[in-house]
């Protein structure tokens, strides 16, 4: 039976995807993340919208079970087609395959570092997204277990691949929804900077966790009040996150007592002018130290709708500015421009 591919496809008629969840429930996927003359285990959805339409529909165009062609493949890249969609339903399948995916990409040596680092990076992301949207699930064994496997699989590409997988996570960063890139760049960056500065990988991994979900307290928060862009004032509601994210994740069990002071702490500077306890240097959890330095860069390079992304040298000097006031940690600071000079 023919499929939707099978057929010519114009390409004014599918839209590129708009950021994060569609209506209905319909969740972006990347179509570098499908291997192609293999089974797909859920419906793939392409986006299309006709002449005349207001809204666009979701077309069936590879169902459960059947191969994605490569032929199929080649069409939507000569298209320039980049996105699928899957239904929010199919998402513990979607994970499952791209589980199977990384089984296959991560041990073969003849892939290149970026092919291996945007797979987990996507998986991850959307690991992040389920786990972000579903907050009576939230520190579920399965998930977390998942969550675990997938920061051992980089923190063991950053080990054993060194500098070509320290500048692959400096690069693969991308822009998309505010809150959940900006969790899996900064977990990604913080796994290249701690295995730089030579941690364990069990001491790796808990730093993972804890950079991947320190911003989870502004789940709770209206979605339009979740802007980086935002000016800070006194009384910013998006500044009740950190006690938030801490008591969410002291409910979670297993967690190290550090891993909860980065979501409570990643916000104080070292001379008490940050947020919520207004402490100094010395009162603040060396965990959080790092992570205050890796949410403040990861923010300054990746830009807002009020500021351009930064390069990594302007981030740098605009940190070593605030640096004068003493906020950031001195020893990791330094050690984090260690790092970058080396990517």
């Given at each position: 039976?023919?499929?939707?591919?099978?057929?010519?496809?114009?390409?004014?008629?599918?839209?590129?995807?708009?950021?994060?969840?569609?209506?209905?429930?319909?969740?972006?996927?990347?179509?570098?993340?499908?291997?192609?003359?293999?089974?797909?285990?859920?419906?793939?959805?392409?986006?299309?919208?006709?002449?005349?339409?207001?809204?666009?529909?979701?077309?069936?165009?590879?169902?459960?079970?059947?191969?994605?062609?490569?032929?199929?493949?080649?069409?939507?890249?000569?298209?320039?087609?980049?996105?699928?969609?899957?239904?929010?339903?199919?998402?513990?399948?979607?994970?499952?395959?791209?589980?199977?995916?990384?089984?296959?990409?991560?041990?073969?040596?003849?892939?290149?570092?970026?092919?291996?680092?945007?797979?987990?990076?996507?998986?991850?992301?959307?690991?992040?997204?389920?786990?972000?949207?579903?907050?009576?699930?939230?520190?579920?064994?399965?998930?977390?277990?998942?969550?675990?496997?997938?920061?051992?699989?980089?923190?063991?590409?950053?080990?054993?691949?060194?500098?070509?997988?320290?500048?692959?996570?400096?690069d693969i960063r991308r822009a998309?929804?505010?809150?959940?890139?900006?969790?899996?760049?900064?977990?990604?960056?913080?796994?290249?900077?701690?295995?730089?500065?030579?941690?364990?990988?069990?001491?790796?991994?808990?730093?993972?966790?804890g950079a991947m979900l320190h911003?989870?307290?502004?789940?709770?928060?209206?979605?339009?009040?979740?802007?980086?862009?935002?000016?800070?004032?006194?009384?910013?509601?998006?500044?009740?996150?950190?006690?938030?994210?801490?008591?969410?994740?002291?409910?979670?069990?297993?967690?190290?007592?550090?891993?909860?002071?980065?979501?409570?702490?990643?916000?104080?500077?070292?001379?008490?002018?940050?947020?919520?306890?207004?402490?100094?240097?010395?009162?603040?959890?060396?965990?959080?130290?790092?992570?205050?330095?890796?949410?403040?860069?990861?923010?300054?390079?990746?830009?807002?709708?009020?500021?351009?992304?930064?390069?990594?040298?302007?981030?740098?000097?605009?940190?070593?500015?605030?640096?004068?006031?003493?906020?950031?940690?001195?020893?990791?600071?330094?050690?984090?421009?260690?790092?970058?000079?080396?990517?």
């Amino acid at each position: 039976m023919k499929q939707l591919l099978d057929h010519d496809l114009k390409s004014s008629r599918i839209i590129a995807p708009a950021i994060g969840e569609e209506k209905g429930g319909f969740i972006p996927l990347p179509l570098r993340n499908l291997r192609p003359d293999e089974e797909i285990s859920f419906d793939i959805l392409l986006k299309v919208k006709t002449k005349g339409e207001k809204e666009p529909r979701f077309i069936p165009a590879c169902p459960q079970g059947e191969i994605f062609k490569e032929e199929w493949y080649k069409k939507l890249q000569a298209l320039d087609i980049q996105w699928l969609y899957y239904s929010q339903d199919d998402e513990e399948k979607v994970l499952e395959y791209l589980d199977r995916c990384l089984e296959k990409v991560l041990p073969d040596e003849d892939r290149e570092p970026e092919e291996k680092v945007t797979l987990l990076y996507d998986t991850t992301l959307i690991w992040v997204r389920s786990f972000f949207s579903s907050v009576e699930q939230v520190g579920s064994a399965p998930q977390m277990f998942r969550a675990l496997r997938l920061i051992d699989s980089l923190f063991d590409l950053m080990k054993g691949g060194g500098v070509d997988y320290y500048r692959s996570i400096l690069d693969i960063r991308r822009a998309g929804h505010v809150l959940y890139n900006h969790s899996i760049n900064v977990c990604f960056l913080g796994l290249a900077f701690v295995s730089f500065m030579g941690w364990d990988a069990q001491k790796a991994q808990d730093f993972g966790v804890g950079a991947m979900l320190h911003d989870i307290g502004l789940i709770h928060l209206k979605p339009e009040l979740v802007h980086k862009a935002a000016r800070r004032s006194a009384d910013r509601p998006t500044d009740s996150h950190p006690a938030m994210g801490y008591k969410m994740l002291a409910n979670m069990s297993g967690l190290r007592r550090e891993v909860r002071y980065m979501a409570l702490q990643h916000h104080e500077n070292g001379d008490g002018s940050g947020y919520p306890g207004g402490l100094k240097i010395n009162a603040i959890d060396p965990w959080a130290r790092v992570l205050r330095i890796l949410d403040h860069y990861e923010t300054l390079t990746s830009g807002n709708s009020r500021k351009r992304p930064l390069s990594s040298k302007e981030a740098l000097k605009e940190m070593a500015a605030l640096q004068e006031r003493k906020i950031f940690d001195l020893n990791y600071f330094m050690n984090f421009i260690k790092f970058t000079g080396k990517t």
